[in-house]
């Protein structure tokens, strides 16, 4: 190659043409380093002949590449896996490259670090800030940057601890291996039920070719008991297996358990990894020997060699759908991959999506399913709760039957979880002497009261200020009430109730770290915890024997929003949390607060019947032509200008394209109407299968200007309606 085309990392730019100065030898993938106006910067080699839609320019105006990155080249399957989801999410090249180059540090020279830790002495002036760092960085070590983000005070407090010797520099090598996972390390006897199942997998591992699978077991069943043994075949047959998580606290557990199977943890990727940990295992992936990596939808862009399996664990869960820059679901692009590629990719799930369901009916993926849970444990029994027979107390969110169960669990020496999705003490605070609203300064929403850190908390920008004692307003003094519950409230009703009982509240706010999930873990395994209050995050993955009785304290929360996946979600949520009960020898029960007892979701799950709510709600789908059956994209405009996001939508409105079996709703108003001081309006694309929206879109946008201001972002199969 004389000249070779780029793609930058510079999400603004197209591909670019350069010359491969005499004596560089470069092949496709290549990761190189290319001048940008005076700046260096890095870039990878596309293939020949692609882009041909960019111009091309003469030999004689090109420059010259500075130099070749020492790492493999990406490989041709993630060069085209790049391609399809920039263009099938209407984003830019670079933007998804971005992704598969996701440690700048892997890139550069040298093998070492330094990074810092505790060295045993005390600063000779010790502040509350350093107190604190201290305390809260115990053990680890990291860059400044990264202890300051664990301590959760600025650079240069780290940075004054250095300076008095109280942490102390380390230089760490980055290069180190990763131990391999044994096949063969510890045996596992399958049911007849569970073996069949993994012989299914072990044998599409051994094709070496592209199946899509959807796993669909009862909680507590063994799915991963089952993938576990087509993760063994791959090792045998030295390929990489990626096992995406939904959630970053459940790769801890995770990590645990896959050690104690196969003797050595796999390689963790996610976004709290510390820089040198990043890099360590970008390299040792790009290089094909990490053989087993287990993370978040971001681990599904890295450049493995020989990819020979990919696994999407709970790949029902809507957190697998990324709502900024690149807006991509990674379980769709994990079978994308996976067809790249050519290697199986197992969809596995206790309630798989209907668009997941309706790719078995038409006999794209196979369905292998796990009907009953594994050594005889019997699903729990589901009660209902109707709140408008039954109420709870005044001020108090548990009714009386569900208090009732829990004092016998308790009595035995069982434990419970509570589950609302409401992080925090109350959604609403309000002023009850001039009715003053907490509202977010950024954004059209209320502040949420947590009172464990004695902040009011924006969940949209992270916005917190300080709880006051005094209205803003009025600056009448004890005039704050909050109003409804979030999981804090439930907790203090909890301890109100049962003031013996060791309780957890399990949140983001609480789990915040992987360290801090494995903690839990650990409380909840040893029996350090009675009662656990949480959020969608105790929904998922868990497994506690003694753990016998759920109680939803809202089932009804989901349900309005006009969500086109509302009902589906609450029914897979209170499925999953409900599995959550009875997984050991001792039989669960579960109790469903609601009142809506008659809406068929609800009904659906009290009478146990699953296969009539799929039927009901898939049929629904398909009258209205909802996804999978027709397509929606979503176009979001926003400025810091409420006029000019405004008049934006409203011309990108007015040259909306007319085509047969595509329609445009809107502009209107998002329903999140600010979000970080932005003003938003939505539009929104619903076709039918066969049209292609993509290249609709993309020609609909581009015969519209706007200010450099306003932000136009596209949402290729939207899952968010604000
Ligand atoms: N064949 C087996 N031998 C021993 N233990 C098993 C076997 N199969 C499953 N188990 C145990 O049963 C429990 C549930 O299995 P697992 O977590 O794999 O189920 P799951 O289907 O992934 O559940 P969920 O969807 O609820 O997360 C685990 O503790 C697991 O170790
Ligand atoms: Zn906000």
């Not at 001048?35 to 596309?46: A, E, K, S, T």
């Not at 069943?221 to 090792?235: M, R």
């Not at 990719?345 to 292998?368: D, K, M, N």
């Not at 005094?470 to 049962?498: S, T, W």
């Amino acid at each position: 190659m004389t000249r070779a085309r780029l793609i930058l990392l510079n999400a603004a730019l197209g591909p670019l043409d350069y010359r491969v100065p005499h004596g560089m030898s470069v092949e496709p993938g290549q990761i190189v380093v290319a001048p940008l106006g005076p700046r260096p910067m890095i870039g990878v080699v596309w293939d020949e002949g692609s882009f041909p839609d960019v111009e091309t320019v003469g030999d004689n105006r090109l420059r010259p590449l500075l130099g070749v990155v020492d790492a493999p080249p990406l490989p041709a399957p993630l060069r085209r896996l790049i391609e399809w989801t920039a263009d099938y999410y209407l984003a830019p090249p670079a933007a998804v490259l971005r992704m598969a180059l996701a440690s700048l540090s892997a890139l550069e020279g040298g093998k070492t670090v330094i990074e810092y830790r505790q060295s045993g002495a005390l600063p000779d002036r010790m502040t509350p800030q350093r107190l604190q760092a201290l305390e809260r960085i115990g053990e680890r070590q990291g860059l400044v940057r990264e202890l300051a983000t664990i301590g959760d005070v600025s650079d240069a407090v780290i940075r004054g601890l250095i300076k008095q010797g109280a942490l102390e520099a380390v230089e760490v090598s980055t290069d180190l291996p990763f131990p391999e996972p044994d096949p063969d390390h510890a045996h596992v006897d399958l049911s007849a039920e569970q073996q069949a199942a993994a012989d299914r997998l072990i044998e599409q591992v051994r094709e070496r070719d592209f199946h899509a699978v959807m796993l669909d077991g009862v909680t507590g069943s063994g799915k991963t008991e089952v993938y576990f043994e087509a993760i063994a075949q791959a090792l045998r047959q030295d390929s990489q297996t990626l096992v995406l998580l939904p959630e970053i606290a459940l790769t801890e557990p995770f990590l645990d358990r896959f050690a104690a199977r196969f003797g050595h943890a796999p390689v963790a990727w996610h976004s709290g990894l510390k820089q040198s940990d990043r890099r360590r295992a970008w390299r040792a992936i790009s290089r094909g020997e990490a053989k087993v990596v287990v993370g978040a939808r971001s681990a599904l862009f890295l450049p493995y060699p020989k990819l020979g399996l990919i696994i999407v664990d709970e790949a029902h869960e809507t957190s697998f759908k990324q709502e900024e820059g690149v807006r991509y679901h990674a379980r769709d692009v994990a079978v994308m991959r996976g067809l790249m590629e050519g290697c199986p990719v197992v969809l596995a799930s206790a309630t798989p999506a209907i668009e997941t369901r309706h790719q078995v009916e038409l006999g794209r993926y196979e369905e292998i399913r796990l009907p009953a849970r594994y050594g005889g444990a019997e699903l729990p029994e589901i009660v209902g709760v109707d709140l408008t027979q039954d109420p709870p107390d005044r001020g108090r969110w548990i009714a009386p039957p569900l208090v009732q169960a829990m004092r016998e669990v308790l009595d035995r020496g069982e434990q419970s979880l509570l589950f609302l999705n409401r992080r925090g003490y109350a959604p609403l605070t309000l002023c009850r002497h001039c009715g003053y609203r907490f509202q977010c300064p950024n954004c059209s929403a209320w502040m949420v009261e947590h009172r464990l850190t004695r902040r009011l908390a924006c969940h949209h920008c992270g916005h917190a200020v300080a709880t006051p004692d005094a209205c803003p307003e009025c600056k009448q003094p004890d005039a704050l009430v909050a109003c409804g519950p979030g999981v804090e409230r439930i907790a203090d009703e909890v301890k109100a109730l049962f003031p013996e009982a060791r309780t957890a509240i399990v949140t983001s706010d609480t789990l915040w770290s992987p360290a801090r999930a494995a903690a839990f873990v650990r409380d909840v395994a040893g029996g350090a915890v009675d009662i656990i209050i949480g959020t969608q995050l105790v929904t998922k993955g868990y497994h506690f024997p003694e753990l016998t009785l759920v109680g939803v304290i809202d089932a009804d929360l989901g349900l309005d929003g006009g969500d086109l996946r509302a009902a589906e979600r609450t029914f897979q949520q209170i499925t999953q949390v409900s599995g959550r009960a009875g997984r050991g020898e001792k039989p669960g029960r579960v109790f469903i607060q609601t009142r809506a007892g008659e809406a068929p979701v609800i009904k659906a799950l009290l009478d146990g019947d699953e296969a009539a709510f799929y039927a009901a709600e898939t049929a629904s789908r398909r009258v209205a032509n909802a996804p999978p059956f027709g397509r929606f994209a979503a176009i979001i405009v926003s400025d810091t200008d409420a006029a000019l996001a405004q008049e934006t939508a409203r011309r990108i409105g007015k040259a909306a394209p007319h085509q047969e079996g595509l329609e445009v709703y809107g502009p209107a108003e998002a329903p999140l109407s600010v979000l970080r001081g932005r003003h938003r309006w939505r539009l929104l694309v619903h076709a039918r299968r066969s049209v292609e929206v993509q290249a609709i879109i993309r020609n609909w946008l581009s015969s519209i200007d706007w200010k450099a201001s306003t932000r136009v972002s596209v949402d290729v199969d939207p899952y968010s309606f604000v």
